[in-house]
């Protein structure tokens, strides 16, 4: 609640009596906390409340007369005169004695006197000094969190760290680059991002500088930021040479990619394409827009070419800059020297270990769970033995509807399947064994193999790529410093190259490891430097440059969170995830589903291509309504990728996940049946509905990665929270509310 919000509460309450007259604060009152609280909730003292001191000291019965009693309304709460009480229980002293205990330091803040009191019996005395005693030791737990709040060292400073002070001014400018003010409001779940339904008091109209909340969240981040800083620096991570590199890779990234959509606002535009293009595009395509003149169909062209422009972009754009780079490129020092046939042989007979396999046996598995699991397993055999198709009996009992095709080294299956695989053979099927987890499987065996060495012609290539990636590894660290490739007066070498090399996953490292694919890179790293060179004009732009400040700060944490919580954390136990699936069950249920094939016809990024979409859609749907077949019209008419495939997309969809016009329309349509057209996101559809799921409690085995990756994540929150919380403790960070207090007040009037 602001400080204004208060007083206006304050002056509604009767018991409450505003001031008449309002004098300055003494400098004694100016450091003190009640002072500052009084002063923020609208307490300020009157020229009559300033009375000099003797008149608080009393004399032998001749003080409160005329007082009036407890229950009068014209009385101000608080309005009580000390007196010797002693006869009463109470000390001469009570006055002093609450002041002490409840921090009060001005005897007038508390006991302000009635210019005229008269005598009044002991024991009304008595009421009103026990009722205000009760007043004052209910204020002073109000006020007890002021008063014991730390104290800033400077008027200026919110808060601070290892003997740092974070200012006002520091606050702000971290405010203003962060856009605290400017950020969008949160998604509302009553209106989405539509906030003009939004009232004032709904959450999502809340900025994140509102309240103090915000000022301390704020000013923490700011010092978190500082802090991980620092502690990167003290741990030699920011000399180290790997970061350094990963940080300007970021850093470049950040460029390039701020460059290309900087170019993008400013080029790719309907307005950048020239009317002769137009013309040019209308005269090569009369046929699509007979009986519409130029003027009719120019804005539909416009954004037609602007579409295409933006495909072709940046490859154009870069070979323009290529053309004054004075460019050089050495490809032959990417290459590796080859592996001999006698190399790979040789590395073969010195590492047989490694191509041993053992005796393995093919099968598939029809699997059956629930609470009827041994039930249903049972009627599934008999059916089986009765003459009934492995296959159909499948199709009713296993999950998902279909047998699995299961691989299985001897020695590495459960007692039971262990007891029952190696006794068969090919062709015979097994009685229903159960699982660990309550299931029942039914297996039946394809084929075994038996144990032995894998021949080196199935292995050459994989040995080939091992030598190939060691040679690699020595010719490239031996000409680290030949000049692969320069941009103006910039030289970028081999070794440079490298290290860009060794920072690709591993799979794709494997997937560049040809001559040919190490020229695809290569290129891409001339386009990184040319695009590089022309971003340097952004280097003045405060708001980018605290984001690339921002982007160093994640890295540098990220690697902090490596050593400091990666490397802690401890994977989940079989006991955790056995009993969060157990608590979590209805959260494992597959709901119903259905496969589709379908035909996607692109309206273009912001449909004008539509007319045209629509015109090829119809043709489709009016041959599917003749009775072609599905996938032949998909093949002919879709832009989808599943094309080739006739429209066929092999994965389940659900209807919560698909979006709702789509999702309507798939769970509406029989199985075989064919959609008319559907008008989505930019898109003309045509649905054919394969096949129906339906609803399946997903087993523990199936459930099992996904909890133990829920549960690490959860793990990793909770250690990455105490890490940040253990930052600031070993930092004595410190908040000063009095200045966050002082500075949201200035904010609100503004």
């Known amino acids: 609640m602001n400080s204004s919000n208060e007083n206006e509460e304050m002056n509604s309450d009767p018991s409450f009596e505003k001031p008449k007259e309002e004098t300055d604060i003494t400098q004694a009152d100016k450091g003190s906390a009640i002072s500052d609280l009084m002063h923020v909730l609208g307490f300020k003292k009157s020229a009559a409340e300033k009375l000099p001191s003797e008149s608080l000291t ?87 969190p002021y ?6 060292p400077g008027e200026d400073v919110v808060a601070s760290y ?52 915000g000022y301390r969240q704020l000013a923490t981040n700011l010092a978190v930021e500082q802090i991980i800083q620092k502690q990167a620096a003290s741990k030699g991570v920011t000399q180290r040479g790997d970061v350094q590199h990963g940080i300007k890779d970021l850093l470049d990234n950040a460029n390039v990619n701020q460059l290309i959509d900087q170019l993008h606002q400013e080029e790719i535009k309907p307005e950048s394409i020239s009317s002769w293009e137009v013309q040019q595009y209308y005269d090569n395509n009369r046929q699509t827009y007979q009986g519409k003149s130029l003027a009719e169909v120019e804005s539909e062209i416009r954004n037609i070419l602007v579409s295409k422009k933006d495909e072709d972009f940046l490859g154009t754009y870069i070979e323009k800059l290529k053309q004054t780079a004075g460019l050089q490129v050495n490809f032959d020092l990417l290459k590796v020297t080859e592996p001999t046939e006698e190399e790979i042989s040789a590395y073969y007979n010195q590492n047989l270990s490694k191509y041993k396999v053992a005796e ?15 039930s249903k397993a049972t009627e599934a055999i008999r059916k ?74 199935e292995v050459q290539s994989a040995i080939r790529a091992v030598i190939l990636k060691s040679n690699m590894d020595k010719e490239y660290k031996t000409r680290k410093t030949e000049a692969l490739f320069s941009v103006h007066s910039k030289t970028y070498t081999i070794g440079d190259f490298y290290t860009e090399f060794q920072e690709l996953s591993p799979e794709y490292q494997d997937q560049f490891s040809t001559f040919e694919k190490k020229q695809q890179l290569v290129q891409q790293l001339i386009a990184k430097e040319l695009l590089l060179e022309k971003t340097s004009d952004n280097s003045s732009d405060k708001t980018a440059q605290h984001s690339y400040d921002e982007l160093k700060i994640q890295y540098l944490a990220q690697i902090l969170h490596k050593q400091d919580v990666d490397d802690k954390l401890a994977n989940p136990t079989e006991a955790e995830i056995k009993k969060f699936y157990e608590q979590n069950k209805k959260d494992f249920l597959v709901p119903v589903g259905v496969r589709i094939s379908l035909i996607w016809i692109d309206q273009g990024q912001n449909g004008e291509k539509a007319e045209q979409a629509k015109k090829k859609a119809s043709e489709a749907l009016s041959l599917l309504n003749k009775g072609t077949n599905f996938a032949e019209v998909a093949k002919k008419y879709s832009e989808d990728a599943t094309a080739s495939s006739g429209g066929k997309i092999d994965d389940v969809y659900y209807q919560n996940y698909l979006p709702e016009k789509l999702g309507t329309v798939a769970f509406n349509l029989k199985v075989g049946g064919t959609s008319d057209i559907i008008d989505y996101n930019y898109g003309f559809y045509i649905i054919k509905v394969l096949e129906r799921t339906k609803e399946r409690q997903k087993t523990y085995q199936e459930s099992t990665e996904s909890i133990k990756e829920y549960l690490s994540e959860q793990k990793h929150s909770k250690l990455e929270s105490e890490m940040e919380q253990a930052l600031l403790k070993n930092a004595k960070f410190t908040l000063y509310d009095k200045t966050l207090r002082r500075l949201l007040k200035e904010q609100n009037k503004k």
């Open 58 to 144: 009393p004399t032998d019965d001749t003080v409160s007369s005329n007082l009036p009693a407890i229950s009068d309304p014209s009385v101000s709460v608080g309005s009580v005169v000390k007196a010797d009480d002693t006869e009463n229980g109470l000390p001469s002293d009570n006055a002093e004695d609450i002041i002490a205990e409840t921090g009060f330091a001005n005897k007038e803040a508390c006991f302000p006197v009635d210019a005229a009191v008269t005598h009044r019996k002991p024991r009304a005395k008595k009421i009103i000094i026990i009722g205000s005693a009760v007043l004052i030791l209910a204020a002073g737990a109000y006020v007890l």
């Open 147 to 152: 008063l014991t709040e730390p104290m800033p």
């Open 162 to 213: 290892n003997g740092k002070n974070i200012t006002i001014e520091e606050l702000k400018s971290f405010i203003a680059l962060e856009e605290a003010k400017e950020t969008e409001h949160e998604a509302c779940d009553k209106h989405g991002y539509d906030h003009t339904k939004c009232t004032p008091d709904e959450k999502c109209e809340a900025h994140p500088i509102d309240s103090i909340e």
């Open 360 to 374: 393995k046996a093919e099968t598939l598995e029809i699997k059956i769970s629930g609470g009827d699991a041994q």
């Open 384 to 457: 089986i033995r009765s003459g009934e198709n492995f296959d159909s009996v499948a199709a009713s009992y296993g999950l998902g509807g279909k047998a699995n095709k299961l691989s299985l080294e001897k020695g590495a299956g459960s007692a039971a399947t262990e007891a029952a695989i190696w006794k068969m053979q090919p062709g015979d099927i097994g009685d229903p064994i159960k699982n660990t987890d309550g299931s029942y499987s039914i297996l039946k065996l394809v084929s075994t193999s038996k144990a032995g060495t894998r021949p080196l012609s």
